[in-house]
């Protein structure tokens, strides 16, 4: 397929710059292929699911990735960090008027001195100096990393609303938006109807964010993310599964992240690096439902979703969207999509 396949007319109004006033009062468009489309709102979620489906959560936690400072000649320097390796050590996005050569010495905001090592292709290794560790450094001195097509800066109250309520694990630079919908109060009403509540953790990576350079999809080159399912998680997927239950992905990242922990056939506990990019065609192991956002004209994600529903369908789920207003991309609505067999 070709990546004009992926394109659609977004107005910039469509797309959302800030969260819902209150966490969870988003719109829902329920599109299950077997039935019309129905929009409702996010809290309707648990009139959806049935007793013994489980629900996947991505656990990552956003860190506040960006740091902005210059080189010790001058200029000026912003570094996304996209990989902590080690307390001292992180691959980062170098935006600067030159890219720093090896030996370079940075100095960041908070008098944080680093210095750029080595090239890892398009990334930069630095490696920073001082007793704090990287993720010290981060959460005192560095901002949080808002995507691109939010044109403002980070406010305060995205330090809490660009993080979901049950991110635990660091890592990761973008959220996992699909997750922002859900409240602790939500949460507790899927275990009391009987959902089980699993978790998975996928660190997202800026790359997420990257344009898609070809026109032949089956050229593109996925970035890489750092992925763990634990053996518990398997369990009960697996026991859903064997009892007619089905099995939702909360966000493209929980998806990933299976059908990643799948690629052998069988789902299986396991941690790493997944590059996976699912396409229309790709044979789908794990998943039967999945809660996501709308997506970026020509994304990896979109391409993802109409994988998993049917790109007829995926293209009359959005027309729909642009149509009734819905709030686009991190900050905006939601949807529930079914697997087209």
Sequence with gaps: M??????????????????PVVRGSSK?????????????????????????????FNNTKVIKARLFGQKLSGGKVE???????????????????????????????????ARMIER??????????????????????????????????????????YQTVYAKHQGAVAAPTAGLHFTDELLLELRQKGVELVEVTLHVGAGTFQPVRVEK???????????????????KIQSAHQQGA??????TTS????????????LKAGQGDTDIFITPGYQFKVVDRLITNFHLPKSTLLMLVSAFSGVKHIRNVYAHAVAN?????????????????
């Design 217 to 235: 999809i089956a050229e593109h080159k996925m970035h890489y993310e750092w992925f763990d399912v634990s053996q518990s998680t398997v369990d």
């Design 246 to 251: 089905n099995v939702w992905a909360v966000g």
């Design 28 to 56: 829902l468009l329920v599109a299950l292929p077997e039935q019309p489309l129905f929009d409702s709102i996010f809290p309707n979620l648990i009139n959806c699911v049935s007793a013994n489906d489980v629900l996947v």
């Design 120 to 161: 890892k292709g398009e990334l930069f290794c630095l490696r920073f100096s001082g007793s704090q560790s990287v993720y010290e450094i981060l959460d005192q001195y560095g901002s949080l990393p808002l995507p691109p097509y939010i044109e403002r800066t980070a406010a305060e109250e995205d330090d809490s609303r």
């Design 325 to 341: 207003n819905y709030r686009f991309f991190s900050y905006g609505d939601a949807m529930i999509l079914g697997r087209n067999e």
């Design 79 to 113: 570094a996304l960090i996209e990989r902590v390796l080690d307390d001292n050590t992180a691959l980062a996005h170098i935006r600067a008027s030159k890219s720093p050569k090896k030996g370079t010495e940075l100095l960041f905001e908070g008098e944080i001195h």
């Design 2 to 19: 070709y990546l004009s396949d992926f394109d659609f007319e977004l107005a910039d109004h469509l797309i959302a710059q800030y969260p």
């Design 255 to 266: 998806m990933r992240a299976l059908e990643s922990a799948a690629a052998s056939g069988v």
